[in-house]
């Protein structure tokens, strides 16, 4: 069993970055999948970047690719997600997610454990 809870969320000018931060408890974080994804108001659930459970491999979506950065410190039990650049469509609540069979998957139907999310808003 895995417990996630993300912060670091809150309301930033477009072209400003902010860092998410995810918390995760167990002791078999380290051999995770780790996953953001993120959710705007009437849209559907949507992969945003993953990582390998070394941190050696990482995964992006288009849209945010060159703007974003994962990351993991398996000694702190933490994921990173910096965000630069943000634009208005970055707006939407982002979650952390693990994945235990270490997929790499961008389905959200992959990932086996959820936070409860942290709202990103970014003004024009």
């Known amino acids: 069993q895995v417990r996630l809870v993300e912060s670091g969320g809150g309301l930033v000018q477009a072209g400003g970055s902010l860092k998410l931060s995810c918390a995760a408890s167990?002791?078999?974080?380290?051999?995770?999948?780790m996953g953001w994804f993120r959710q705007a108001p009437g849209k559907e659930r949507e992969f945003v970047a993953a990582?390998?459970?070394?941190?050696?491999?990482?995964n992006y979506a288009a849209s945010v690719k060159g703007r974003f950065t994962i990351s993991r410190d398996n000694a702190k039990n933490m994921v990173y997600l910096q965000m630069n650049s943000l634009k208005p469509e970055d707006t939407a609540v982002y979650y952390c997610?693990?994945?235990?069979?270490?997929?790499?998957?961008?389905?959200?139907?992959?990932?086996?454990?959820w936070g409860q999310g942290t709202q990103v808003t970014v003004s024009s």
């Open positions: 990582i390998s459970w070394s941190g050696g491999s990482t």
């Open positions: 997610a693990a994945d235990r069979e270490a997929t790499m998957s961008r389905s959200p139907y992959m990932y086996n454990y």
């Open positions: 167990g002791r078999t974080f380290s051999t995770y999948v």
